[in-house]
């Protein structure tokens, strides 16, 4: 008879945690089954009887990551009953993130540091639209839209030199004028 698998919990949670602090620190290829299991304090076995191969633990971990990601900017984003509070609590946050994530990218390859930032913006386009629609924007572009061309721009303009190089007070200036501009009817 076969085993039923262990969805969640316990020992399965744990390798997840461990192989993500693997995955960032060592990159994808230098992190072996074996070296996720020794540090769990577990056996080869004890992998397979959670996760059928690496990959499919690289999925769960890219999940979780995630899930994780997105619900800490949820919480904080979803009580934003206006523009400035938006700003005021999403650049601290989002550049907290990016600092947490450049730490962590070790010997992550470019292509996937790049596959990350755009399932970053993927996982904050639903929470940005759901702020949007409680704010009321009307527009003939669906909220959708304007949620990304609000996240993308963002993003593109913390990333520049020009934005780093701006006080704390230019910085939120820059980003409240942008928002005013794309969601302007």
Same mark, same amino acid.
């Given at each position: 008879?076969?085993?039923? +698998?262990?969805?969640?919990?316990?020992? *399965?949670?744990?390798?997840?945690?461990?192989?993500?602090?693997?995955?960032?620190?060592?990159?994808?290829?230098? %992190?072996?089954?074996?070296?996720?299991? &020794?540090?769990?304090?577990?056996?080869? !076995?004890? @992998?397979?009887?959670?996760?059928?191969?690496?990959?499919?633990? @690289?999925? $769960?971990?890219? =999940?979780?990551? @995630?899930?994780?990601?997105?619900?800490? @900017?949820? +919480?904080?984003? #979803?009580?934003?009953?206006?523009?400035?509070?938006?700003?005021?609590?999403?650049?601290?946050?989002? =550049?907290?993130?990016?600092?947490?994530?450049? $730490?962590?990218?070790?010997?992550?390859?470019?292509?996937? $540091?790049? +596959?990350?930032?755009? *399932? %970053?913006?993927? =996982?904050?386009?639903? #929470?940005?639209?759901?702020?949007?629609?409680?704010? &009321?924007?009307?527009?003939?572009?669906?909220?959708?839209? /304007?949620?990304? $061309?609000?996240?993308? !721009?963002?993003?593109?303009? /913390?990333?520049?030199? +020009?934005?780093?190089?701006?006080?704390?007070?230019?910085?939120?200036?820059? /980003?409240?004028?942008?928002?005013?501009?794309?969601?302007?009817?």
């Amino acid at each position: 008879m076969a085993r039923k +698998a262990v969805l969640t919990g316990g020992k *399965r949670d744990e390798i997840i945690d461990i192989a993500m602090k693997l995955f960032f620190e060592n990159g994808y290829e230098a %992190t072996s089954v074996r070296m996720i299991m &020794n540090e769990v304090g577990g056996e080869i !076995g004890m @992998f397979y009887h959670y996760f059928k191969s690496k990959d499919m633990l @690289f999925d $769960q971990v890219v =999940e979780s990551f @995630f899930k994780k990601y997105r619900e800490k @900017f949820e +919480a904080m984003l #979803i009580s934003c009953e206006n523009k400035e509070a938006f700003v005021k609590t999403f650049l601290p946050l989002y =550049e907290k993130s990016m600092g947490e994530f450049g $730490q962590l990218k070790g010997n992550m390859h470019w292509s996937v $540091q790049i +596959a990350m930032h755009e *399932r %970053t913006l993927m =996982e904050l386009k639903p #929470i940005l639209a759901s702020v949007l629609k409680k704010w &009321n924007v009307k527009s003939d572009t669906p909220i959708e839209i /304007i949620a990304g $061309q609000l996240l993308y !721009g963002i993003s593109a303009t /913390i990333h520049s030199e +020009a934005y780093e190089k701006m006080s704390a007070t230019k910085r939120k200036k820059c /980003i409240s004028n942008y928002i005013d501009k794309i969601i302007e009817e």
